[in-house]
């Protein structure tokens, strides 16, 4: 069939083009997607693309058709997609590390074997093998996560990335406790979804840090209980560190997550955790960087999850579960929504900082 997509040229910019789509394999699953969700990472993808690929990595959407070997999902169901897929047989995958899967996980396997899709005769890959700034989408069975009617599909869409790694990074990985204090740095789609996740796990007092006066308010609303804006000549945040450190008795908190993306602050979350706390790197920060190891002292830990260290099948009920109760918001990080032929102004809008959140309606 055909489906109209966001193409990255492998020249640093994109296109919305119609695309073939190849009818799924014994166990793949052909989505329709209704909404995707625009992220950082898919102007990372967009820059570093060396040939074309089909942009977006975060999607909701239904089945319209599926492999003879896929039987967890059925034609017309409502689905959610997730790039974490894991075959359950690996090294990684039997020591519980399903996210780190070595068979199908995200720099192996089929996330580049999974160019079956084509663009004028060429195969063509997908970002994170998923796609989904496209009208339909050809993915594997395992990237398929059935979605309880109850959650909208712009919602959903957000569940796929942005949520699963702030909730993951708190609940799976720093296991915030009961009464703990945490500071968050950088209140974009991530950083909020940290906040809600230290909420909901029962931190009473969250320290939102970001130059951006303006996150406060959505920040509050989703659990912060303090604002921290950073002052001017402040590249490290150390400045911004001692004066959190203030709130506590000059101790800092329990728990630091970095959630900005940006280099310079690599090192920053240590700087903001206490004595024998935990600094969590959830920005996908790569680069090399200037590291000042007194930041260590003294007993800190710093560690550096993968998409919150999501086991699909465990936490995306549990989100939903949240969702229906009350505690998970996702509507509210919702504030914007285009069309697939806006991308560029979806681009631009994360880029400046205007939109938290914006959503492709497909
Ligand atoms: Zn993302
Ligand atoms: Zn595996």
Redesign the pocket.
Known sequence: MRSSAAVADGLGGFAVSVIDLDDPGPQEVLVELKAA?V????LDVMAGAASPVVLG??GAGVVRAIGADVHHVEVGQPVLLTWAIACGSCFACVRGNQVLCESLGLDRGYAHAGATRSLGGHGLPRSFHLGTHSAATVVRREAVVPLPKSVPFASAALL???VM?GYGSVVNVAKVHPGASVTVIGCG?VGLNVIQAARISGATRIVAVDTNPGRFALANRLGATDNVLVGPDDPFLRRTATEVAALFAGRGTDYAFECTARPMVGAAPLAFVRNGGTAVQVSGIEQEIPFDMALFEWDKVYINPLYGKCRPSVDFPALFALYENGQLLLDELITHTYELDDLSKAFEDMRSGRSAKGVVML
């Open positions: 969700g992220c950082h990472t898919d990595h975060e796929g990335c942005a790694t789609g």
